[in-house]
Structures are given as C-alpha cells and as structure tokens.
C-alpha cells in the first residue's frame, strides 16, 4: 500500500466583521488502499490507527471506499485506466474517527485530474463536491475551482454562497486552500504539510504529540465554537441536509475569483 504520513497545519480564519482565527498541527495520511502497510496502521481492521472503507466513498459510514470514488469519475467521462486513485484522510485513532474533510484525488502522470472533497459536519451530516477542470486537465494550485455550498458545516454559516478550492499536490507537498465565502462572510481555511513515507516511528510519535487523533481534533472543533458563542456570534440550529450525496463544481481556468 502506497501509504504518507502527512504531519500538517490547518488554519482557520473567520471573514467579516466578527473575527476568529486558529492553527493547529493535524495528522493525515494519503494512501491508494493497497495491502500493506506499517505496524501501527491497518485498513479495515482495527489498530492504533486504522482506514475504513465504510467510512469514506458514499453515505457517511455506509461508503464502498475507492470503487466508489472509481465510478464518480466514470460516470463523468474521466478514464480510470492510468490514474491513481488516492485517499487524503485523518485516519481513526482506536476507536475513534472524524473526519471534517478527507479527499479523494485522482492522479494522471503525477498531477491531480479531479478530486472530490468529502465534507462531514459535527450534525452527523456529509455532501462531497466534485471538482475538475474541464477535460480533466491538469490542476495546480494556482487554478480555482468552484462549488456551491450545499450542506450545513457550522452553526455560526448559514447555508449559501460557494466554495473557492486552491488545490496543490506536488510530489513533495500537500498545498490546499479552501474558500467559503457568502457576500462578506465565510472563512478561510488550509491544509498544509510534508509527504513523507508513513513509518511505525512516525505514527508512533503523532499518537504522543498530538494525542487522541480524531478526537483531539472534535474536541478543538467544539472549543473553537465555544469561543465564538461568547463572541455572540448568530448560532444557527441543525439545517436539512442535500437529497443528493454529492455535485458538480465548475472551473475558473485559474483566473481567479
């Protein structure tokens, strides 16, 4: 199994008038779901971490893993043939997962064709957002593509306006930008780290470092809200999620916004 361990930094920043910024250290983990892996991960088995195919690839902890991801870019004329197909996630910690956003990525002579961001809010709730240029050309980080915002993510955004994914994947990094914005509101939010072969070693020292995985990151998620609720900021109850599991974004052939 071709497995990285990517030991990033996500930073959020809140737009508009109430502000709220954060950054913190998360672990992810990028993997074409093959067999082997290090000691302390393993796929659909449990372990110190662990990558479950029920838990990505269709509804939330019903999914079929990377065939689904497969037959996403059929159905939209992408051949499958040549490509990689990974999965960029945060993988469970004992028996804890969540996942605010993983992505499937599919990989043509070393640069990303298309991917789909795998969105799962704290209400229990996902939507995945297809995005590609058009013909499946090549995306760097400099191209900007655009979906429309169709689930509730976080009481304090109301549902409306779109996303704005920057998505940069080298053979040495992980670069992604994502955008939410509604008028002058929304929140910026990143995804940076190192590839680097995930190891025993590795894995070993996340669980010290940033212990819990999954749970630390719910926790930080939940202090985070906590936070802007003092603040006042307009709390919005659970909202009705898309009939549909995923949509379509569209290319702004890196012109920008």
Not at 123 to 144: L, V
Not at 175 to 198: E, M, S
Request: hydrophobic share 40%; aromatic share 10%.
């Amino acid at each position: 199994m071709k497995l990285e361990h990517i030991q990033a930094q996500t930073h959020h920043a809140r737009r508009g008038a109430l502000k709220n910024a954060f950054t913190y250290g998360v672990d992810y983990v990028l993997t074409d779901l093959g067999s082997a892996a290090p000691l302390l991960i393993s796929r659909n088995r449990f372990n110190l971490w662990s990558i479950w195919d029920h838990r990505h690839g269709g509804a939330r902890d019903a999914g079929h893993g990377v065939e689904w991801f497969r037959s996403v870019l059929e159905e939209r004329g992408m051949p499958t043939e040549n490509a990689q197909l990974l999965l960029l996630t945060q993988p469970s910690f004992l028996w804890f997962h969540f996942n605010p956003v993983s992505f499937w990525i599919a990989v043509v002579d070393g640069t990303p064709r298309a991917f789909v961001a795998e969105v799962n809010s704290t209400f229990g709730q996902r939507h995945c957002y297809f995005c590609a240029r058009d013909g499946f050309a090549p995306i760097q980080k400099s191209d900007t593509l655009i979906a429309e915002k169709l689930m509730h993510v976080s009481p304090f955004q109301k549902i409306a306006g779109h996303y704005a994914f920057n998505f940069g994947l080298t053979e040495d990094n992980v670069d992604i930008r994502i955008t939410f914005k509604n008028g002058d509101h929304g929140v910026l939010a990143t995804l940076a780290g190192q590839r680097q072969p995930a190891t025993s070693r590795s894995l070993a020292w996340a669980a010290i470092r940033r212990p819990l995985g999954a749970a630390r990151v719910l926790a930080l998620i939940h202090w985070q809200a906590a936070i802007l609720y003092l603040k006042r900021a307009p709390f919005l109850k659970k909202q009705k999620p898309p009939e549909q599991l995923i949509s379509d974004g569209h290319d702004l052939h890196g012109a920008g916004e």
